[in-house]
């Protein structure tokens, strides 16, 4: 038995026959070929498949396709737009904070909540909000370093008038 | 001209794939036609299988074939480097078959296998295999194990012991310790660790039945030391009949090394079924039960010295816990890669040990970051600070005393680096250790200790600072020390490197070794643009697939840099020698007189007359007009074969804080001062040097494989061990002293494990340290919150 679902995905709607046991992750990455998303437990520890849902980063792993029904659904690859990378990815590259790369997705997406809702934290902050997952390459500082990176190119891109902002998203990308 | 990017934090070329989601991991991969593998683990930590029924899994939807130990006509998986040195050690050997047929040996071995359309529909036939067991009484300590009385695992090894291994002068060093003023002993556990790369493991075999051929895609550090160990030792097959090929590794350290029973029972799978790819992918708790652990020594020192604090032995007996099978170089690593380093950095001049390997009803135990040389590290590290408060001398004060100085290098060890290896000597290399230890008691505020404790006694705080000046050996090995009497596995431990310089000026090279997140497309891209003069965006860097790339020996034991890129340099070498040759044809001048400045093969006094690498490789690829005698295209393979390991080395110094009233205990501050010789990027080392020290304050602190008594894996999942997370960790202070290694022309020597190798034993310490003024001496690891308020309760003569 399946269901059907509705799911907004980066931005493109997708319609897809589901069982009710599936999870979202599974769906993302077996179905939509979203391999970004990534599994790295069974206990939703470590935050590996870590995706936005409606705007706020959910373990997805830990949700049943089902319960997206009807939801904007944004993954790593939804994060650069035309091409230019996201704030968070141009810092995660720039300050060395990843080494084997299988947290990464996770540990951005769940970075990118955190900056929603606070654009500028401190480290301990930073350090609190990532929590949830786990990075056994790094030792996180260069973790850490990335976020508060990307927070302070995103408050400098939000302070300034549009073209201002459109300047400092390409500075950004150039940096890259 | 072309900036020289050799030794500069250029940022990883690797990265853009990896940030954007477009990594390819092994569960990345999908295959047309691609069935799915389950594996039945026993439930149970010893028993004998009287019988298994898969009659009703293999009626069940789905499901295309089920598996059991019977069924597969491979041989047991091999074992490759024995407890040897020149004394002829007996091994008692026993090593996992692909699936398990008589008997288990420890709670998650696999016992069948179900191969179905779907991942589910496998696990779902899983549960209608019926196994009648034999349940068996199980032992998980490695010195209760050897006990009278204890279970046993196996017939050919009495009291589960799978050899005794001497090393050192043991008459030698029972002297010194008889005739020493000051004796200190202690026992200290080195507990058991599951390592967790973020990415567990997974293999996709696939045989194609038109041409006998076999493929395998697998999450591993030794693609071409696989196809080697599965084609000749496990499946019997020709190994030009096997293609291994590893996609992006997320994390191994050490996990991913070993040969693996489902590598083959994958490909086996895939033949069954008539030559369907066939896809496995552990779960954590698998990966918990059933890839290796690390660790897990118990061990007896006696440290003999005088009250001036001149050490002049030390004696370590070591039970090593290998688990219920030996991996595939289980007894290497607690002999060789652990025994052999254990005075460190210190001139002892009395060194013996001796190490009883043990086999236990728990996951086979073998290299984990550090391999061997943690271990080694917190035992005489350990041992130092014993020593200094015995005698009542400053912890930096003994270990300045007993450096071997600068001026004795190449410094010939006495626990036996040079001696028991049948000629075939290594000697460390280079030091100067001093200058480190100096500059972390500067960093870190080791001289006002004393205010800082009072300053933290004040908030209810023990403070204690712990040190750690270790030493590492890496960059494994020389081949003729590896082949010395029974020290090796009848192979080498060289690397190897392809370059080709296309007629374009565009640069393949093809390398032997493997990363899992090391950043090595960078690394070797900077060591070959450097070397050819050319920017790095015009070579890329090829690895992992042993159709393509030229064998190698894989990636572990920190030795891609020092090993690996040196036949890269040499590789360069003959490319510059052909080139050069080619100019002077080119140029119409002798070969003695072209001069290479970067890309440019100049006439020596004629400045104009030069030709650029870019132009003689166009020119040589078309060769329209070559010398005589000289083979068109730029394209040669080097081998280096290491005359010696390295020795990196340095100073860290942990200062924790130690809550009186609960016993939580936090790392308040970390400096680290490492020499890992020269660098081929800053960034790229210090990101291993921070990961490294987290895996190591992990043991010190939260980690541990913990096993109930009747062989049940307690610490089975992420919930039940504790990983180092973001808020529990300061920001680390890092600096460094230069001594390039003299065995290699990059004057490296290798920095993937020195962070962990030397944190442990500082961070340990540093809690040591902090609960000394209530006397006491040693606590085991990890130093949890309940363990260290125990302490203090009955340190305090309270209950606890």
Known sequence: ?176 | MTIDVLGTPVKRTEDPRFITGKGRYLDDIKLTGMAHLAILRSPYAHANIRSVDTSAAKAMPGVLGVLVGADIPYNPLPMVWPAGGSAGIQNNVNTPRVLATNSVKWTGEGVAAVVAETPEQALEALEAIHVDWEQLPAVVDAEKATQPGAPQLHENAPNNVVFVWPVGDKAGTDAAIESAEVVVRQRIVNQRLIPNPMEVRGDIGWFNPGTDEYTIWMSSQTPHIQRLLLAAFVMGIPEQKLRCISPDVGGAFGSKLICYPDYALTLFASKQIGGRPVKWVESRRENYQSTNHGRDHITYLEIAGKRDGEITGLKVKTYANLGGRLSTIGPGTPTTLYARVLSGCYKIPNVYAEVTGVYTNTTFVDTYRGAGRPEATYVIERAMDLFAAEIGMDRAAIRRKNFIPPDQFPYDNPSGLGTASGGAKIYIDSGNYEPALNKAIMMSGYMDLDKARKEAKSRGKLLGMGLSTYLEMCGVAPSKWIGAVGEGWGAAMWESANIKMHLTGKVVVTVGTQPQGQGHETTYAQVVSHELGIPMEDIVVQHSDTQGTPFGYGSYGSRTSSVGMTAAVKAAGKIKEKARRFAAHMLEASVDDIEIDGANYRVKGSPDKVKTIQEIAFALDLAYDPPEGMEPYLDETAYWDTPNCTFPFGTHIATVEIDEETGDTELVRYVAVDDVGNKINPMIVDGQIHGGIVQGVGQALWEGAVYSDDGQLVSGSMMDYALPRAAWLPVFELDQTVTPSPVNPLGVKGVGEAGTIASTAATANAVIDALSPLGIRHLDMPHTAQKVWRAIQTAKGGKA
């Open chain 1, 1 to 176: 038995m399946t269901e059907h679902i509705v799911l907004v995905v980066n931005g493109q709607r997708r319609e897809l026959e589901v069982e009710p046991r599936r999870l979202l992750v599974q769906v993302l990455r077996e179905d939509l070929d979203l391999t970004g998303t990534h599994v790295g437990c069974d206990t939703s520890q470590c935050g590996a498949c870590t995706v936005h849902v409606d705007g706020q980063a959910i373990k997805s792993c830990t949700m049943l396709a089902v319960q997206a029904d009807g939801s904007a659904v944004r993954t790593i690859e939804g994060m650069a737009t035309d091409g230019a990378l996201h704030p968070l990815q141009a810092a995660f590259w720039e300050k060395h904070g990843l080494q084997c790369g299988f947290c990464t997705p996770g540990m951005i997406m769940t970075a990118a909540d955190l900056l929603a809702r606070n654009p500028d934290p401190s480290d301990d902050e930073i350090r609190h909000a990532i929590e949830g997952n786990f990075c056994r390459c790094t030792g996180y500082q260069n973790i850490v370093a990335a976020i508060r990176e990307a927070a302070s190119t995103l408050r400098t891109a939000a302070a300034a008038p549009k073209s201002a902002r459109e300047a400092a998203t390409a500075a950004s990308n150039g940096k890259a």
